[in-house]
């Protein structure tokens, strides 16, 4: 069974306003690099690891403030039905017969691709976050990305699948810091012939290539080819060196 989204514009931006004001509460500064994100106002698919309760928050906050698209969700069926608010903010699902995920028949992974691909077509600019792997894992676990992706390129060949990798870090500070390296699309994959199991894996490679390049930029001082797209509050060792500064200029 389908369960469409009902986006309502006004809350979708109440809601981004809420996850801002948390994500600025939570993390000393969120950092954004790599490729820049396709600017036309065409449908894109973007697919990135799932590690951290964050990660929705995060992607709404990109979408919305960062990257200025309008975004969709893929989420569970059975999520769906438990929390139908996020329908109102762009998400859609499916359940199977059984009111489970893992139980969708072929005709709903079908019916799902179409849905996807009629919602991704019905406006400019607009953009799905997906998290192949399915599930909330530990940050650095091998990658294993169910089909869903590769099959939602097939429906919309027109979009580019965007890797994105994204590393929570505390690196010296009160709070943790959000690294978020963008990958180079892979584009002409859904008109090809390959079956979506093949896909699948040139996915996962793409997505891992860009997971080793954002870990090899963080062995380094300063993520100086990254930008800070939102900061935190100001932490007690910034109200610190303020003060002592302060003292010191005028002793």
């Known amino acids: 069974m389908l369960i469409e989204a009902r986006k309502l514009p006004l809350l979708d931006r109440a809601y981004a306003r809420y996850g801002r004001r948390?994500?600025?509460?939570?993390?000393?500064?969120?950092?954004?690099?790599?490729?820049?994100?396709?600017?036309?106002?065409?449908?894109?698919?973007?697919?990135?690891?799932?590690?951290?309760?964050?990660?929705?928050?995060?992607?709404?906050?990109?979408?919305?403030?960062?990257?200025?698209?309008?975004?969709?969700?893929?989420?569970?069926?059975?999520?769906?039905v438990k929390y139908p608010f996020f329908r109102r903010i762009g998400c859609f699902g499916a359940v199977g017969p059984a009111g489970e995920p893992g139980a969708l028949g072929a005709e709903d992974a079908r019916g799902l691709a179409l849905y996807a691909a009629r919602t991704l077509r019905g406006g400019p600019r607009r953009t799905l976050w997906i998290f192949p792997q399915g599930a909330l894992l530990p940050p650095r676990v091998p990658l294993a990305f169910r089909s869903g992706?590769?099959?939602?390129?097939?429906?919309?060949?027109?979009?580019?699948?965007?890797?994105?990798?994204?590393?929570?870090?505390?690196r010296g500070e009160e709070r943790p810091e959000v690294f978020i390296r963008v990958g180079d699309p892979l584009r002409g994959l859904a008109v090809t012939d390959a079956p979506p199991a093949r896909v699948t894996r040139r996915l996962e490679s793409r997505l891992r290539d860009t997971l080793?390049?954002?870990?090899?930029?963080?062995?380094?001082?300063?993520?100086?080819?990254?930008r800070v797209v939102l900061a935190g509050r100001n932490s007690i060792s910034d109200f610190y060196d303020r003060t002592v500064g302060r003292l010191r200029r005028r002793a």
Do not use: K
Request: proline content about 9%.
């Open 22 to 80: 948390m994500l600025r509460r939570a993390f000393a500064r969120v950092w954004v690099g790599g490729a820049p994100l396709p600017l036309d106002d065409g449908p894109t698919i973007v697919f990135l690891n799932h590690s951290a309760w964050w990660d929705p928050i995060l992607c709404h906050f990109l979408s919305h403030d960062v990257f200025r698209r309008d975004g969709y969700g893929l989420m569970e069926g059975a999520q769906l």
């Open 212 to 226: 080793d390049a954002l870990d090899d930029d963080l062995r380094e001082p300063e993520p100086t080819a990254y």
């Open 149 to 170: 992706v590769a099959r939602l390129g097939r429906a919309v060949p027109e979009a580019p699948l965007i890797p994105l990798a994204v590393r929570y870090e505390l």
